[in-house]
């Protein structure tokens, strides 16, 4: 069993040509891949406003000849998420969603906080990952995916609106090892660290880039091409990512 994961972040669709033709570039790119995704993750802050015309413009570039998963970011709203993105019945409740994809399983959870930039897993939310993890068959391997990164990332902005109640995942994945490695979004950059013993990697922003404190200001650099990640998932639980700038 080998997967191989898209993923992306961050694409702010705000109605502007600018937004527009980013995430076009980005779903263009992946469309011409000579191997498709077993499945493509977007990580949360699909719109920029939370409004039914953003997400119906997703709906339109997401229409993948892959599977497309998603978990909600700060920018996003539960409600018109559902509805539109989803075709589900609006509603203000977490949105969590487990994904078969090739062998493995994708945890897409909501680790928004309605009105807040920053994130919070809720008690319902840890429930339901505890209780999907024991229920899935075997030594199925699994993947985590949210928003909100549970680790700084050595920027203020992110790092002042991380989850933050890091230690109650942390407890919660001590008991299940089938747990391969953790995707999050939010940060707008491409990274990788560790949480939990576990990798973590953070998706490149499609909208723009987040310029690190070592590389001077301004904090945004919109001049940035969008960038993708692409995580290969092994039988073995063995995680290996690669970025890509789409230029």
Sequence with gaps: MTVLLAHISDLHLDGTDRATERATRTVDYLRGLSQAPDALL?????????????????????????????????????????????????????VNRVHHVAG???????????????????????VWIN????????????????HHPPVRVHHPLPDSMRLDNADDLAGLLAAHPRVAG???????????TTFAGRPLLLAPGVTW?????WEGEPAFNRDQPPGVAF????????????FRAVV
């Design 209 to 213: 880039t987040l310029r690190m404190p």
């Design 182 to 192: 953790i995707l999050v979004g939010h940060a707008h950059t491409g990274g990788a």
């Design 42 to 94: 977007v990580s949360g802050d699909i719109a920029d406003h939370g409004a039914r015309e953003e997400y119906a413009e997703a709906a339109g570039l997401l229409d993948l000849p892959f599977p497309v998963l998603s978990c909600p970011g700060n920018h996003d709203d539960r409600a018109a998420y559902r509805e539109v993105l989803l075709g589900e019945p609006a509603s203000g409740e977490p």
């Design 131 to 146: 209780d999907t993890l024991n229920e899935l068959p075997g030594d199925t391997p699994a993947l985590l995916a949210l």
């Design 104 to 126: 493995a399983a994708v945890l897409a959870c909501d680790s928004t906080v309605p009105g807040e930039d920053g994130g919070h897993l809720d008690a319902a939310t840890l």
């Design 231 to 242: 995580h290969v998932l092994e039988e073995d639980h063995r995680l290996t990512t690669h």
